[in-house]
Structure formats: C-alpha cells, structure tokens
C-alpha cells in the first residue's frame, strides 16, 4: 500500500477521533443515548484505521501524529462549535504541536518502516 493510502487511513483515523470526542462533549456524561452510540462507533472506527496505518508506520510515530492532531482540531471544534476560549498560551502550544508533527514528517527517518 503507498504512503498516500496509510496517510488517508491516518487522517481518517484522526478525523473520527475528533467526531467522537465532540460526540463525547454533546454525552454529557453518558446520559444522552444518541452521542453515546456516536462516540462509541467514532471511537472503533478510528481505532480501526489507527490499527491499520501499524503495518507501515511505528506506533509512536503514528500516536505521535493521531494525537498531536486530533489535540489541535479538537480544540478548534471546542473554539468553534462549543464557545470554549483558548488563551495564547493554548494557541502557542498548538502551534508547538502542529510544529512537531511537521518535524516528524518532514525530518524524521523514522516515519516508515
């Protein structure tokens, strides 16, 4: 499989993390049945193409990207869709984030096996 095809299952495996997680947010502690069963299904469908994105990336490098990432975007759904504030010392640590999965990509030898 390229590195194109892992990369997308990576994005998709971010992307549903981030879907979980704001369903995770709309839950509220479990006590609303439908973002319960959202979260739930978002959850093992990113895991899934976490899983999948192993056989050719290492598993910190791939954790290293999924959460990096799914950190960053889940806190710009947080800004945008829930009216939580982020403060510069929050948007220089995303910065930072975002900064270290370019290092990771760009730099790192690491990336594939």
């Known amino acids: 499989m390229s590195q194109t095809m892992i990369y997308a299952m990576l994005v998709l495996a971010i992307v549903f993390e981030v879907l979980g997680t ?3 947010q709309a839950a509220q502690h479990f006590t609303r049945l439908v973002p319960t069963l959202v979260m739930v299904v978002c959850y093992a469908i990113a895991f899934y193409f976490l899983s999948y994105t ?3 990336i290492p598993v910190g490098i791939a954790y ?3 959460s990096g990432l799914g950190i960053v975007l889940i806190s710009l759904v947080g800004y945008l869709v829930f009216g939580q504030k982020l403060d510069l010392a929050a948007v220089l640590g995303l910065g ?3 900064a270290g999965v ?3 990509n760009v730099f790192s030898k690491s990336t594939f096996h």
């Open 96 to 98: 930072l984030i975002i």
């Open 102 to 104: 370019i290092v990771l």
């Open 22 to 24: 704001s369903a995770m």
């Open 54 to 56: 192993l056989k050719s």
């Open 64 to 66: 290293a990207i999924w």
